[in-house]
């Protein structure tokens, strides 16, 4: 490529990157600066005096409503949440796809369309007879209720990303494996398992942000005890407070971001390889 | 590997299908069912065909706000469509070009949002669109655009289109990415052979690496209209269920929304609900219909 094109290229990236930056970093430094510095003008400087106050008041105090003790609460529910909901979709995701690709049966493919097909499936239909189904089962509004949908609304995902991985393990290896007497399961431990390191942490991310970022289960079928971080975060935003305090705000949305953040920054290498492998290939 | 229903294995897979089943596609069928009701105040349903849907096609109480709702949609998706895609498509392109540095690191950013709640990014761009605190006028003064700064998330004519582009930012990143994914998996021999026969980069891409991701374009495309027939999030954290002002922000999702759960003074009908749901089922299914029977069939490959 000739000199010109390049400088072309690298300016095109740095405007992107610009514009991807900033917001960020107008997040960052507004929730760690006072109001009265917020007052006094520009939000693109950097912070006078670094000040922690307002993530105190955003973990601790701040007002979601009529109650006032800040995001903890909702950020503990929301752990709470994920780690089951991940796992299990999770798990049932690997297990199917080892089915559907290694174990096919007449029918199976069949069941495989039936979960694409549930991909397509807008969320809306769903709400009203699951909360009915939810209420039968007496988890109306209960953390377990909430796990449940997500884990329900997870399992095509996940399926189809550990088929679409398992299609491209050689059937000689399950045949060999057969062949010396290993059973369903202990293929699947000992040889399915271990290859799908790339698959398992690209399903474990996306799940992972899919359900800590969920707005509209949480705003439907939670109340109090088991209310979900984003709807503690719109709670905070939207309580009407003689001003709006820009810096809590940020310091709330911060709060809400880093797990997404830290899960990605520690495993983000996996994700981007193992979607090349594994989501765009079938 | 084909052979007789095996039972044993099917137990297997027995309990991710029954939950699947009792809380996924029964429900689909219950609402499906439910759209054809109407309830009294007595509480009791009663079967009344298609009147829901008469309802809401042509009474001018309901059609009003659904045809709005729907013209915001289409106009939603194909803003998100033609600036998300290409834009995603040219970092994309850029990004897999040999020896450009920092590659990795462009990559991660742009991905980064996608990530984050829309909850968050709603918050984050109002901040920064505020006529009052926001530094988009300052920013704009830089390149000498300042007076052409206007409160757009406020303003009637603009706020839709405004939610639309932060829509794309926030998403543009998962594009990018699968069809960088598809460019990096093109065999280099095939445009070495290009390269040798004299093809210039331009040519090369337009003749040989365009056709050859044109399946997960098609991906893309089935993606970003599923998406934005979904949508509802970002409305809603931004504008609230009422999509202001006036209405101009109102997706399907939102109007689902309103129908279904009632807002200040409307009633919230389940039965109505359930029509409006089924609408947005039908026409998303019509969508991935196209999709499966004309483009990827066409396209012989099974992606996604």
Known sequence: MSKPWRGVLYAVLLIAALYYLLPLYVMLSTSLKTMDEIRAGNLLSLPGAISFDAWHKAWGTACTGIECSGLSGYFWNSVRMVIPAVLISTALGALNGYVLSKWRFRGSELAFAMLLFGLYIPFQVLLLPMAQTLGWFGLARSMAGLVFVHVVCGIAGTTLFFRNFYVGIPDELIKAARLDGAGFWRIFLRIVLPMSLPILMVTLIWQFTQIWNDFLFGLVFSSGESQPITVGLNNLANTSTSVKEYNVNMAAALIAALPTIAVYVLAGKYFVRGLAAGAVKG | ?304
């Open chain 2, 1 to 304: 590997m084909k052979r007789a229903f095996p039972w044993h294995i099917a137990v297997f897979l027995a309990p991710a299908f029954l939950i699947y089943t009792v809380f996924s596609a029964l429900p689909l069928l219950d609402t499906l069912r439910l759209g054809f009701f109407t309830t009294y105040d007595s509480g009791h349903q009663t079967f009344v065909g298609l009147a829901n849907y008469i309802k809401l096609l042509t009474d001018p109480d309901w059609s009003a706000g659904f045809w709005n709702a729907m013209h915001n949609n289409i106009k939603f998706f194909l803003i998100v469509m033609f600036v998300q895609n290409p834009i995603a498509l040219l970092l994309a392109a850029l990004l897999s070009m040999h020896g450009v540095r920092g590659a990795k690191g462009y990559q991660t950013l742009i991905f980064l949002p996608t990530l984050l709640s829309v909850v968050i990014i709603g918050f984050i761009w109002q901040l920064i669109l505020s006529p009052l605190w926001g530094v988009s006028e300052k920013l704009m003064g830089f390149v000498g655009l300042a007076d052409w700064f206007q409160p757009w998330l406020g303003d009637e004519s603009s706020a839709l289109i405004t939610l639309s582009l932060i829509s794309v930012w926030q998403f543009v990143g998962v594009p990018m990415m699968l069809i960088y994914a598809s460019l990096i998996a093109i065999p280099d021999e095939i445009i070495e052979a290009a390269r040798i026969e004299g093809a210039s980069s331009w040519h090369i891409f337009w003749t040989i690496r365009l056709p050859l991701i044109l399946p997960t374009l098609g991906l893309v495309t089935i993606l970003t209209f599923v998406g934005n027939f979904n949508a509802f999030d970002l409305i809603y954290a931004v504008k609230g269920a009422i999509a202001g002002p006036n209405y101009s922000t109102d997706l399907l999702g939102t109007f689902f929304y309103r129908t279904f759960f009632g807002y200040q003074s409307q009633i919230g009908s389940p039965t109505m609900g359930a029509a409006v749901a089924t609408t947005m089922f039908l026409i998303i299914l019509s969508g991935v219909g196209v999709y499966f029977y004309f483009i990827q069939r066409k396209l012989q490959r099974f992606a996604f």
